[in-house]
């Protein structure tokens, strides 16, 4: 395993901190040779054995998924936030052969384990020391995990990487970003997800770099955590960059000072999981100094489109295909060659997934019949760089004969004072096939009368996006990564 083998070049250097105490390569690949072999027991090989395991981000989480994998086992990690009946459908999906799981979730877990008669053991118990024999060679092409989808449109899908593609996705972010051993990242992001697996604290142990684990995100802990001056790179979703935003704005002026200088020794600041808002950008842009990179993925090919590191960051923009990956526009009329005309994102190269778990008929419906993936994703060409306009069934409106970007309109609407967040989705009609409809998320002590918004949208979109239904509330409805989840969302009209 490249990842194995990379971290044994750093025996000496620190690769994870968590809950403050320091770990060094070499104690991370002891407790996870500890955890292989406490799995093997008398096997030489788990042969993908599914392993579910439930742990806070911490030593914990990753030498329990390195020691599945250097077991020979398929890593299927599981959500802290969800609740127990998304748990139950992972774990029996997955059919995964036993439970690994921490002291915090245990209680969580352990009764309904009994009750189905899974096999459970504490992720403590695992990581100490045993017998120890020879563990197995592990072969790129074989399946390394299962991460499983949002499921907005139906029952989440399994998503199966093998290790050729999880060392390919890792690679790539490596050149493109340009990692180095000296990085030291905080990671605040779930890790059941490939952008918190991934781009921060897998890409941070293939170079031999540091990742410091945040297990509940806390704007203003963060923010001490950053003027300490150890930190230099940090990936999050645009809602953690909102509300490190908040926690600034409402600092005093002496701290707004200092909270600014201590991100001037970052090197890179990238966002992802959910499109960027313009005014985060740029609020963000006038806080640090920094332009947040934007880049483009999802879980069944890791990341495939960035902004460039040391060239122009557009604003609104995901940037241009990474090394090695191919990405072409497909629309009714076939492969789209004209920049600025509209199609889905389709996707080849190592990084795409190998299947749907246990879903042949779903994984063939994935792929062209000349094996590119569909991604479900609606971007245009503009100058080089890819802008997303949304995605075809949630954020395409068709509304009287046209074609409506929600993400164009949202993007408008949050120039506007009295606006402090939104979110557009199309709601069936009769009449017009879909109506373009908005919830409004004011700011605090501002009111806005619905006909004053409209009139002030007519001035900056054709008349055909303008929203024609309203309603206000004072949050929008969000999955744990922070993206809108725009068909509950949809529900509430």
């Not at 563990?135 to 995990?145: G, W």
């Not at 005093?252 to 000072?257: G, H, L, N, V």
């Not at 991100?263 to 920094?290: C, D, N, T, Y």
Request: hydrophobic share 40%; charged share 25%.
């Amino acid at each position: 395993m490249k990842l194995i083998d990379k971290a044994r070049k750093n025996p000496d250097r620190i690769a994870l901190i968590s809950e403050k105490k320091k770990y060094t390569y070499q104690q991370l690949l002891q407790l996870s040779e500890n955890v292989a072999l406490r799995l093997l027991k008398e096997k030489s090989d788990l042969r993908e054995s599914r392993i579910a395991f439930l742990t806070e981000p911490g030593i914990n989480y990753t030498a329990t998924q390195w020691g599945i994998w250097r077991a020979g086992g398929v890593a299927v990690p599981l959500c802290v936030l969800h609740p127990l009946p998304s748990l139950e459908y992972v774990i029996e999906n997955s059919e995964a052969s036993l439970l690994i799981v921490d002291d915090i979730n245990y209680s969580k877990l352990s009764e309904l384990a009994a009750k189905k008669k899974w096999t459970i053991f504490r992720s403590d118990e695992m990581l100490r020391e045993t017998e120890t024999k020879a563990l197995p060679k592990i072969d790129e092409s074989r399946r390394a995990m299962i991460l499983y989808t949002s499921g907005t449109t139906s029952q989440p899908k399994g998503v199966v990487t093998t290790h050729g593609n999880i060392n390919f996705q890792i690679e790539t972010l490596v050149k493109a970003w340009q990692w180095q051993k000296e990085d030291h990242i905080v990671n605040v992001l779930p890790l059941h997800h490939v952008h918190g697996i991934i781009n921060v604290m897998s890409s941070a142990l293939w170079v031999g770099a540091c990742c410091e684990f945040m297990p509940k995100f806390d704007a203003g802990k963060l923010w001490a955590l950053f003027s300490e001056g150890n930190v230099n790179l940090f990936m999050a979703v645009p809602t953690i960059y909102f509300k490190l935003i908040a926690f600034w704005d409402k600092s005093t002026t002496e701290k707004q000072q200092k909270l600014s200088e201590s991100l001037q020794h970052f090197r890179l600041m990238v966002s992802g999981s959910a499109a960027l808002p313009v005014p985060v950008l740029e609020k963000w842009k006038e806080i640090s100094g920094h332009t947040l990179l934007e880049r483009y993925g999802m879980t069944e090919i890791g990341m495939a489109i960035s902004n460039p590191y040391d060239k122009e960051r557009r604003a609104g923009h995901i940037g241009q295909p990474l090394p090695d990956v191919q990405i072409r526009l497909y629309n009714e009329n076939g492969l789209v060659k004209e920049e600025g005309e509209s199609g889905e994102i389709q996707i080849k190269g190592p990084n795409v997934f190998k299947e749907y778990w246990k879903k042949p008929k779903a994984t063939t419906e994935a792929f062209t019949k000349d094996g590119w993936f569909k991604s479900g994703d609606i971007a245009l060409l503009n100058n080089g760089y890819y802008k997303i306009l949304g995605r075809d069934s949630v954020d395409i409106i068709k509304s009287g004969g046209y074609k409506i970007s929600a993400l164009e309109i949202e993007d408008v609407l949050r120039k506007h004072p009295a606006v402090n967040d939104c979110a557009v989705v199309g709601i069936v009609s009769e009449e017009w096939g879909e109506v373009v409809s908005v919830c409004l998320v004011l700011r605090e002590n501002e009111s806005a009368e619905t006909s004053e918004i409209s009139n002030w949208l007519k001035g900056q979109l054709a008349a055909y996006k303008v929203p024609r239904q309203y309603i206000f509330r004072k949050e929008l409805p969000r999955n744990v990564l922070g993206k809108v989840t725009k068909n509950k969302l949809k529900e509430w009209f």
